[in-house]
């Protein structure tokens, strides 16, 4: 499976954008871009997914770069609630249906008041 | 709107016992996965289930058993319980196979093996 490259942390002021890199050089061509997070003491959320274009959701952006190796989500007002561990996860569209989610290497985000 | 279910919420037994974790899916999904997360770690898949059939398949150990009834609930089932096997154990579903798309994760079950 390819495998992703995240920062450990950020930090960020309530009320900013957060911008969030993730790494994925070796993604293939059949792979989507997921992004999870996960809040203290609750289940991963999903919070967007694309393939190929910028994608725009009502938690966030993803913007994905021209040659697929990376991508950024966009949390465009930070808010003590988005304080979590977002993970960027890629999934093979062209595998049999039930395929995993691969959680690992997550950046935890820190939102001061 | 419905999330996905799971009971119950906090379990404790004992070495060597036995557990059966239930996870009911967001009405008419079709797909199920169950995920392990150690303190301290990041989630780590064990088994899916789609259309009442196994899909996919992680580091789940043997004393596991997984399964997806007509309804579409899946139980999982932990023998001889270790006290390695303390974790939250979450459930997700999915439609459709979950090919490229989203998966709704419940809030986990709690086991402690004491």
């Given amino acids: 499976d390819a495998k992703t490259t995240q920062p450990n942390s950020m930090e960020s002021n309530e009320e900013e954008p957060v911008h969030l890199p993730c790494n994925h050089s070796t993604i293939s061509g059949t792979d989507y871009i997921h992004w999870y997070r996960q809040l203290p003491s609750q289940g991963p959320e999903y919070v967007i997914h694309g393939l190929t274009s910028n994608v725009n959701n009502r938690m966030a952006s993803l913007a994905i770069a021209e040659d697929r190796k990376s991508s950024t989500l966009i949390l465009h007002r930070a808010t003590l609630r988005d304080a979590a561990v977002y993970y960027c996860i890629l999934r093979d569209v062209g595998k049999a249906a039930g395929n995993k989610l691969t959680f690992g290497g997550g950046t935890r985000v820190l939102v001061k008041p | ?114």
């Fill in chain 2, 1 to 114: 709107a419905a999330g996905v279910i799971q009971s119950p919420r906090h379990l404790i037994k004992e070495k060597r016992e036995t557990a059966t974790l239930k996870c009911y899916p967001i009405p008419r999904h079709d797909t199920v996965y169950w995920y392990q997360q150690g303190p301290g770690q990041d989630p780590q898949f064990l088994i899916s289930f789609y259309e009442k059939m196994q899909s996919d398949k992680g580091s789940i150990p043997d004393r596991f058993s997984a399964q997806q009834f007509s309804d579409y609930h899946s139980e999982l089932n932990m023998s001889s319980l270790e006290l390695g096997d303390s974790a939250l154990y979450f459930c997700a579903s999915s439609l459709q196979g979950g090919r490229a798309g989203e998966q709704y994760f419940g809030p986990g079950t709690r086991l402690t093996v004491t």
